[in-house]
DNA sequence: CTGTTAGCGCCTTCAG
DNA sequence: CTGAAGGCGCTAACAG
């Protein structure tokens, strides 16, 4: 592996000039600057990551928390981890994956946070290193999100455009603003509208979602469309409905959210919300080396990401 | 961030003899080597990573590629992942998650590789860092896997128990070992048991199994176990069955396999050959690991780790 | 068994 | 704009 030294002796400078070429090329003559260059691809340089590391006090790892149990874990956490894993990698910076158990071993130079609750809180709070979120919390931390509210108008809108005169939101019984997000862009939307329209709120279970449709079955006219926020609770409503014999899509419509894996799954493919993932994730990694960067900036950053409608089978 | 000479200091000794304490504890007197770690533990001393990898010439970091399209990536990935980094966690290694397309950048101590295609062996064979493979592979290389043969006489074995006379494999239509290790598990337990059986292949989408079941209904008398080499294969024959009236598990039983969180999905909860991915992940981890700190072993090393049926609402 | 010396590859600081 | 010196925290190699 080709050092400094060596391309500085190739290049008949000093280490500091190529050094410098690479971090502040200001301070370089431009001629030398791009002879340098040259050598260096030559010679294939690529800077030590571990003498960089030590010289700059800094760890080159980057912490992300999962606070779930990884038996339920949302398939889709997989494409947020290529997404981060992709900005990372550009970046010279490795991954530590702690979860609810392991997530204080380790040093790093930030952390990435998803699916915190309450009681982590007081963790977060002392650490020292710049965080960043993924998902919108309720303090005032830089996250990475979705427009949850928008998203959710987008779909109801499109339900409507379908020609669905009813509409269920299915939402996920949790107190969490990514789920009242959602759950207030549609009361907006039907709101505004004057719709028929009803919110419940379950588990979720795919068949939780099964049973509640079955309980629930003469509730439900012709030309209802449900908007679930979720696809694990889309993927029950659809199996409900079928099992009902009720006919998905014609007289029933399905909406999911997420996009992920799970809308393959599906007898009927869902029409679902799609979140960008691995963008989303880049985004978050971007931000927090920009933060580990330059550490003193004070503002909450919040990075809004569309989703987009990916229209399949379970819509007519 | 306490260092060797805070610690020497303290401890009234050479940061050589601090180091050695902790990396050659042979070398130094017991007593004062007791009093060192005290030190250590009153400082709250951790070595600094960066500062080893830079003398070992080592990176620490261990690279974990799955070449696989993230998109249609199993969740079970997650699982592994979290047993990978556990592991590593515990030795101050850190990971690098390599996509197909980005497997080429930056520097790591060691190779843990998955989803492997014929054109990717070039490739690794060039590596010049060991390699663990997560499943076996047609070369030589170490690995870590289930016993996919074992597994699956399992679960023929408990389907007949459950008094299902006619075994059908439903197979995943790929060359590749661990479904042939399936396949021949299935083959050579119905063959010694002269057992009413069928194998048939399919490409591993649910809905494809949905399909063939729909049109060779006919063909499956009651009292038929559906062995299934994946659970997405599971899902699909059992919404089959369920869609063509038939009962589950009454009079057809149906039996998966990885076990994690497509079977939670199945509107019937699949009995599944669950992996103990976890597990899986940090052998693979060790094993590198081991590798990495001894590079001379030549031997192949293969860990087999066994399976267990998960019995739930999709067999009687 | 313990200490001293030197250096891993890079970057900050200070001279030129 | 460029170079020389020194040190980040740790360990291998050699003295004692």
Not at 285 to 297: D, E, G, N, W
């Amino acid at each position: 592996m080709a050092t400094l030294h060596d391309v500085a002796k190739r290049a008949n400078v000093s280490k500091m000039t190529v050094s410098r070429a690479i971090n502040h090329p200001g301070q370089v003559r431009p001629e030398l600057r791009t002879n340098i260059l040259n050598v260096m691809a030559e010679l294939n340089y690529q800077p030590n990551a571990a003498a960089r590391a030590l010289v700059s006090r800094r760890t080159r790892v980057v912490k992300l928390t999962i606070f779930e149990d990884m038996d339920t874990t949302e398939p889709y956490y997989m494409m947020l981890l290529a997404g981060i894993s992709n900005e990372l990698n550009q970046h010279q910076y490795a991954l530590q994956l702690a979860t609810s158990n392991s997530y204080k071993v380790g040093e790093c130079d930030g952390y990435i946070l998803t699916g915190i609750r309450e009681k982590n809180y007081a963790w977060v709070e002392q650490l020292s290193q710049p965080v960043v979120f993924f998902g919108r919390t309720y303090q005032d931390y830089d996250y990475v999100d979705t427009d949850n509210y928008q998203a959710i108008q987008d779909s109801v809108a499109y339900a409507v455009q379908c020609g669905y005169d009813n509409l269920v939101f299915v939402g996920i019984a949790v107190d969490a603003p990514f789920e009242l997000d959602r759950e207030r862009g549609f009361q907006d939307f039907v709101g505004e509208n004057h719709l028929h329209s009803r919110v419940i709120r379950l588990a979720n279970h795919g068949h939780i979602a099964t049973d509640y449709l079955r309980q629930h079955w003469l509730e439900f006219p012709k030309n209802t469309a449900f908007i679930c926020a979720s696809d694990r609770l889309a993927i029950g409503i659809e199996d409900g409905i079928i099992q009902q014999g009720g006919n998905v899509p014609n007289d029933y419509g399905v909406v999911g959210f997420d996009g992920v894996f799970l809308n393959q799954i599906a007898s009927k493919r869902l029409t679902t919300m799609k979140q960008p993932l691995e963008v989303m994730g880049r985004a978050a990694a971007r931000l927090l080396l920009a933060k580990i960067a330059h550490p003193q900036t004070t503002e909450q950053e919040k990075i809004i990401i569309n989703s987009r409608l990916s229209i399949s089978e379970s819509t007519r």
